[in-house]
């Protein structure tokens, strides 16, 4: 099955970071944006970060400033780098991979801030 694979979730005291990685394993062609989305608990899922192909990012406005995203083409993988994470942080943290024709998720990895 042609599906995105995260990696990098993990368990972290508030104020600390974490770097999610996705691959977009088997996506090989049409690959426009590719971003992050998050589904806390008891919450709709919402678009954390994304970015363009040609480089173009957007953020949510709770994570502004915090959290970085960033690709890398050649590889068809995205990352988050997350700083200075707060228990609100807390989630499963879903990759989104769109082409011209699909749009691909993730399975999911959890994030989880302890304050």
């Known amino acids: 099955q042609v599906q995105p694979v995260e990696s990098g979730g993990g368990l972290v005291q508030a104020g600390g970071s974490l770097r999610l990685s996705c691959a977009a394993s088997g996506i090989t062609f049409g690959i426009t944006t590719m971003g992050w989305y998050r589904q806390g608990p008891g919450k709709q899922r919402e678009l954390v970060a994304d970015?363009?192909?040609?480089?173009?990012?957007s953020y949510a406005d709770s994570v502004k400033g915090r959290f970085t995203i960033s690709r890398d083409n050649a590889k068809n993988l995205v990352y988050l780098q997350m700083n200075s994470l707060k228990p609100e942080d807390t989630a499963v943290y879903y990759c989104n991979v769109l082409t011209t024709r699909y749009n691909y998720w993730g399975q999911g990895t959890q994030v989880t801030v302890s304050s």
């Open positions: 970015i363009t192909s040609s480089g173009r990012t």
